[in-house]
């Protein structure tokens, strides 16, 4: 019996140590996959935050340009309604001296 106990012990401890290296290889491909899918977020992060900053830089870009022809509109305008007045009232006084 103890010949076949020592089998058995042999058996159950060949078999545990296969369990325990396949379990050490499935963690460890575990392991491997994770770091891979974490590379590809990582990637995917970088690439996303390339692709903001350069939209914000856009969209200021855009605004500031706004501004300056609101700028450039309003100092047209601030001309243009000078010249305008300017232009009535030399009318006025030629009627004035017409009408005299």
Do not use: P
Not at 20 to 31: H, K, M, V
Not at 44 to 58: C, G, K, M, P, V
Not at 85 to 98: C, D, F, S
């Amino acid at each position: 019996n103890n010949a076949a106990d020592d089998s058995n012990d042999q058996s159950t401890l060949e078999s545990a140590s296969s369990n325990a290296t396949s379990s050490g290889t499935s963690n460890e491909l575990a392991i491997i996959r994770l770091n891979i899918q974490c590379e590809k977020l990582k990637s995917q992060l970088h690439e996303l935050t390339a692709n903001f900053n350069e939209s914000q830089a856009a969209g200021k870009h855009a605004y500031d340009e706004r501004d300056k022809y609101l700028k450039i509109y309003a100092r047209t305008h601030e001309r243009f309604v000078a010249f305008e007045k300017k232009q009535l009232e030399q009318m006025r006084r030629l009627l004035t001296v017409l009408t005299i």
